[in-house]
C-alpha cells in the first residue's frame, strides 16, 4: 500500500489535522484539483499544494491514521465492535492492578511528537 500523500518541502507528511482550508478546482480537461492549504507541524511553514480530486477522495491524508498492517485490520475486523462485557472486564481487569507504575513504565519511552499540541 503506497498511496500518495502530501508532503510538505521539508518532507513531513501532512495529516488532517494540518489542513487549514481545502479548494476545489474542476476542469474542463484532465483531473479537477483540489488545492490543500496546511501548516506544516514540523517547520511551521503554511504552503499550499494541489492533488487530483480522485486522490483526495480516496482519503489521502487518512492513511497515517492506520498504522495497523492489513493482517492486523483483518484481525481487528473480525473482532467486530467493542462490545460492553469486554468494557467491564477491562475495568475489571484496572481495578485489579495495584501497582500502576507497572503500566507507566510501559510508556516510559513514549515521546509526544510534535503535532501533539
Ligand atoms: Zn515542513
Same mark, same amino acid.
Given at each position: 500500500?503506497?498511496?500518495?500523500?502530501?508532503?510538505?518541502?521539508?518532507?513531513?507528511?501532512?495529516?488532517?489535522?494540518?489542513?487549514?482550508?481545502?479548494?476545489?478546482?474542476?476542469?474542463?480537461?484532465?483531473?479537477?484539483?483540489?488545492?490543500?492549504?496546511?501548516?506544516?507541524?514540523?517547520?511551521?511553514?503554511?504552503?499550499?499544494?494541489?492533488?487530483?480530486?480522485?486522490?483526495?477522495?480516496?482519503?489521502?491524508?487518512?492513511?497515517?491514521?492506520?498504522?495497523?498492517?492489513?493482517?492486523?485490520?483483518?484481525?481487528?475486523?473480525?473482532?467486530?465492535?467493542?462490545?460492553?462485557?469486554?468494557?467491564?472486564? &477491562?475495568?475489571?481487569?484496572?481495578?485489579?492492578?495495584?501497582?500502576?507504575?507497572?503500566?507507566?513504565?510501559? &510508556?516510559?519511552?513514549?515521546?509526544?511528537?510534535?503535532?501533539?499540541?
Amino acid at each position: 500500500m503506497n498511496r500518495t500523500a502530501i508532503r510538505c518541502r521539508c518532507g513531513q507528511r501532512i495529516g488532517e489535522r494540518e489542513v487549514m482550508h481545502t479548494g476545489y478546482y474542476p476542469r474542463m480537461f484532465g483531473p479537477s484539483l483540489v488545492a490543500v492549504r496546511y501548516r506544516c507541524p514540523r517547520c511551521k511553514k503554511v504552503d499550499e499544494q494541489y492533488v487530483r480530486q480522485e486522490e483526495w477522495d480516496s482519503g489521502i491524508l487518512r492513511d497515517d491514521a492506520i498504522e495497523a498492517s492489513d493482517n492486523e485490520m483483518h484481525d481487528f475486523i473480525k473482532m467486530g465492535p467493542i462490545e460492553m462485557d469486554e468494557l467491564v472486564e &477491562f475495568h475489571k481487569q484496572l481495578e485489579k492492578l495495584d501497582d500502576l507504575n507497572e503500566i507507566n513504565n510501559e &510508556f516510559s519511552d513514549w515521546v509526544p511528537t510534535d503535532d501533539e499540541e
